[in-house]
């Protein structure tokens, strides 16, 4: 579908009170030509890697969730300090120089103005609508904080989480029901490692191998990419069938027992998630608003105190 302008005016979440609200005109004056730039890099990086969209929108998304929108994913491990993006859930995190691009090129325009945590948020938006989804404002002003430890990554909501556990995991954000099953389809984009399903195709209780609620031919083909003693790290499957495209095909193979992860699966085990599941899965317009709508809600998460000159360095 081709990209659509959706402009949304939504109340701005905040982890600390200490942060001023975000403002869609921020940097109107002070950094004009900003979103074009950070646009650029994002193209560039696409041209040489297709998985960058996926790896941006999954940057943010993991960035958001500790400490809010921070831009606290992108700092380097000092020494024994590990920081969130040598965290477990994390190491397969990456297209992080493309962040380093835009940040270089918005410097050259507009030196120590704009955040990293700005541009994280912004280079998300171009992901999506880059790979045929939708675009939207995004409100800037955020500020970059200066924590980043690899034990946080612990609170990031986990691939085997059923749904009580997702639900907590977003309420502690702000982030409701609505919230959780639109997010989701964030998958759309992007691949999974063997590691963050094996559970559900090799030993899945004490009486079954293979989750029930797996599609046969569908279970045969996973364990056929991810045998059970399985060696090879890169392994694994797209999350969907049309994974460079932003669109609604996650939610259609939801539905036909085709989810990867237990965490997708979990959201059709309550009537109300497993409505809207089905509302995404036939309408590409309905799930395109309400992802922008949960998008500018969780992107507003902010914790940060300063503006980084270099994304991977406090000063």
């Given at each position: ?188 984009l992007g691949f999974a490692h063997c590691s963050s399903f094996q559970n559900r195709i090799h030993d899945f209780n004490g ?109």
């Open positions: 579908m081709a990209a659509t302008l959706v402009s949304l005016a939504l109340s701005i979440l905040f982890i600390s009170s200490s942060v001023n609200a975000l403002s869609l005109n921020y940097y109107d004056k002070t950094c004009p030509h900003l979103e074009s730039t950070v646009t650029s890099a994002v193209k560039n990086g696409i041209v040489n890697d297709k998985t960058v969209p996926a790896a941006l929108l999954r940057m943010h998304f993991h960035d958001c969730f500790i400490r809010g929108c921070d831009a606290s994913v992108l700092l380097e491990s000092k020494g024994n300090q590990k920081a969130e993006k040598d965290g477990p859930p994390n190491i397969s995190l990456h297209a992080f120089y493309v962040i380093d691009n835009a940040k270089k090129a918005v410097e050259e325009l507009c030196p120590g103005v704009v955040s990293c945590a700005d541009i994280l948020a912004l280079a998300a938006r171009d992901a999506v609508a880059l790979s045929g989804g939708p675009t939207w404002q995004v409100p800037k002003g955020r500020k970059d904080g200066r924590i980043s430890k690899a034990t946080d990554t612990r609170q990031l909501p986990a691939p085997v989480f059923n749904i009580s556990q997702l639900q907590q995991s977003f309420s502690q954000r702000g982030l409701n029901l609505d919230d959780l099953v639109a997010l989701s389809g964030g998958h759309t009486s079954v191998d293979i989750d029930p609620s797996l599609k046969t031919s569908f279970a045969a083909s996973l364990r056929r990419i991810c045998p059970e003693h399985n060696k090879v790290r890169s392994a694994g499957t797209t999350l969907d069938s049309t994974t460079t495209a932003f669109d609604n095909a996650y939610y259609k193979l939801l539905l036909k027992g085709k989810s990867i992860f237990s965490s997708d699966e979990a959201l059709l085990s309550t009537p109300e998630t497993k409505e809207l599941v089905s509302k995404f899965a036939s309408s590409q317009e309905e799930f395109d608003k309400a992802f922008v709508k949960s998008m500018i809600k969780m992107s507003s998460l902010s914790g940060g105190q300063e503006i980084r000159l270099d994304c991977r360095r406090v000063r």
